[in-house]
């Protein structure tokens, strides 16, 4: 097992034994510790203070950019979507985790009134119209154009928010 993977169990195990929940991230770049986070939703009370988020938030700070291409991110469980789509915009090297939601199941369950994990990407892919979630579409026509201003102000049709390689 790498250090890396060994420190990400630890920070795990560190935070089920000061009451938190159990999970956490470890971000390495260049063969060290750029950020790492346990899961903070239970000291927080808040549903997003995933290790994942707090650990990409505190690595982008340290960087000074939204793109962690050049690192590994070691995740103690498969990610959960929200996890997983933070994981996807910062575009990181390789994302490692240590085990399966099949393997850890019957020791911890996350069930919400519209989410459970076993079934959530299935959920995550309906047309949004068909979700358990209730949503709604109210279309502004106005809100369009907070996309056009961003456009202009950042060069015009070709603008991305992905660096040049």
């Known amino acids: 097992m790498s250090d890396f993977a060994q420190r990400t169990i630890e920070l795990a195990r560190r935070n089920v034994m000061e009451g938190g929940r159990p999970f956490a991230t470890v971000i390495v770049q260049d063969g060290q510790i750029l950020a790492e986070s346990a899961n903070k939703v239970a000291q927080t009370n808040d549903p997003t203070a995933h290790a994942e988020i707090l650990a990409i938030r505190e690595?982008?700070?340290k960087l000074g950019t939204e793109h962690l291409v050049d690192t590994t991110i070691y995740v103690l469980a498969h990610p959960c979507p929200m996890c997983l789509g933070?994981?996807?915009y910062c575009s990181p090297k390789e994302v490692v985790f240590l085990t399966t939601r099949e393997l850890y199941e019957e020791y911890y369950l996350d069930d919400r009134k519209?989410?459970?994990?076993?079934?959530?990407?299935?959920?995550?892919s309906k047309s949004w119209d068909q979700r358990r979630l209730p949503m709604r579409y109210q279309r502004e026509d106005s809100a369009v154009e907070v996309y056009r201003?961003?456009?202009?102000r950042n060069g015009g049709p070709t603008s991305t928010v992905?660096?040049?390689s």
């Open 59 to 61: 690595a982008c700070i």
């Open 86 to 88: 933070s994981l996807y």
């Open 114 to 124: 519209y989410f459970e994990v076993a079934t959530f990407y299935d959920e995550f």
């Open 149 to 152: 201003l961003w456009n202009e």
């Open 162 to 164: 992905v660096p040049p």
